[in-house]
């Protein structure tokens, strides 16, 4: 009976240990798969813009030919983008909260969530990239923090999205005069982040906890006739 429990329990640790592996291996992916899809298009644009600042007086209608190709080139690498997100794995902002509940709730925290987690029209690979924050936000609270209350708010205005995720527990460990330091789980979130013009903040008092602070910006999506909405 023993060795039976033992051996539930190890496949228990190497299926979660699967599960993590897949997960990391489709960031990089996804990671890749942008640079290596929209790294040429975003370089060609680059070189196309700076051409048409140069040809705007000396050649007005070579600009406009090369503004013409800018923006065909850009729809293009939009519908790269469209393509990467329909065909990746990816978790919404919603789904993600309802995992983090039930985590939360076995080691005892209390979660409160503020906000509309829906985030209705909000890119897949935006929500995807917000939802790993959370769950590594949320990982180092139960690991670290002591804490029994977490609140997540979500705030979203015209320019940017924003995802506060409080604690009442110990605060960060690794501290030094100069601040927090961030060690690979908040590296990571910072990466994540940078794919999307995001960023990460974190502040920490000894009485109030930790409040990790994540904003995105809106991003406003393009219809297929080329309007914006």
């Keep these: 009976m023993n060795r039976r429990q033992q051996l539930e329990k190890e496949l228990s640790q190497a299926n979660e240990r699967i599960k993590e592996l897949v997960k ?3 960031r990089v992916r996804i990671a890749r798969d942008l640079h290596d899809t929209l790294g040429h298009t975003l370089s060609l644009i680059i070189l196309k813009s ?25 729809r293009a690498a939009l519908r790269q983008v ?32 503020e906000g509309d987690a829906r985030l209705e029209d909000v890119a897949l690979l935006t929500q995807n990239i917000i939802s790993l924050c959370i769950k590594e936000g949320t990982t180092n609270i139960v690991k670290h923090s002591q804490a029994t209350h977490c609140r997540i708010s ?11 995720i409080e604690d009442n527990g110990i605060g960060p460990a690794q501290q030094d005069q100069e ?3 961030y060690g690979n789980g908040l590296n990571g979130m910072c990466e ?26 809106q ?8 309007e914006t909405a």
Aim: proline share 2%.
């Design 154 to 164: 979500i705030t979203r205005t015209d320019r940017k999205i924003t995802v506060q």
């Design 82 to 113: 469209r393509e990467l997100v329909s065909d990746m794995r990816a978790i919404t902002v919603a789904e993600e909260l309802t995992e983090v509940a039930e985590i939360l709730q076995v080691a005892n925290i209390k979660l409160e969530i």
């Design 192 to 217: 994540r982040l940078s794919l999307i013009e995001g960023s990460l903040s974190v502040a920490t008092s000894a009485r109030q906890g930790t409040t990790m602070t994540i904003t995105v910006p």
């Design 219 to 226: 991003i406003i999506k393009e219809r297929e006739d080329g």
């Design 50 to 74: 700076q051409l048409v600042e140069k040809m705007t007086t000396k050649d007005p209608q070579r600009a406009q030919n090369e503004a013409r190709e800018i923006y065909q080139t850009s």
């Design 179 to 181: 601040g927090i330091r």
């Design 24 to 26: 990391r291996e489709e």
